[in-house]
């Protein structure tokens, strides 16, 4: 990055912070890893109610719902991270496997571009390890 878009990148930063502060002062301490630290995934009901058979009775599957979830989010770019990661988990426990899921990712490179590509591809890669872990004893 250079210096002029790293103090450009700074500025928009504060300025987004002041206008949380603004709009709600609690807002200004709001830590969103936090929260995702306490769910990292969606309760079964409400995954159920979005993804399985209350909204979606019938056709597409739940694994292939999340991937297509997937794509949409990775086309946002970095708008949807937090999302991105749930989703990727959800996917994993609906049986989608890394090798679908980095696939789903690569084709969105065509329609929201590669940065928002490489965004997405590194968030997945994060969530593989994380899972990685918690499969070993």
Do not use: C
């Not at 502060?21 to 409400?46: I, S």
């Amino acid at each position: 990055m250079t210096d002029p878009f790293t103090k450009m990148f700074q500025q928009m930063l504060s300025q987004g912070q002041e206008m949380a502060r603004t709009f709600n002062p609690a807002l200004e301490h709001f830590d969103l890893k936090a929260v995702e630290k306490m769910f990292p995934t969606m309760p079964a009901d409400m995954l159920e109610m979005w993804f399985g058979r209350t909204f979606n009775r019938e056709g597409l599957d739940a694994k292939t719902r999340l991937l297509v979830t997937v794509a949409a989010m990775t086309v946002q770019g970095a708008l949807a991270e937090p999302q991105l990661r749930m989703t990727i988990r959800h996917a994993i426990e609906a049986g989608a496997t890394p090798r679908e899921i980095a696939e789903v990712i690569y084709q969105m490179g065509m329609f929201g571009g590669l940065p928002a590509m490489q965004k997405a591809l590194e968030i997945a890669q994060g969530v593989f390890t994380e899972s990685e872990g918690k499969a070993q004893p």
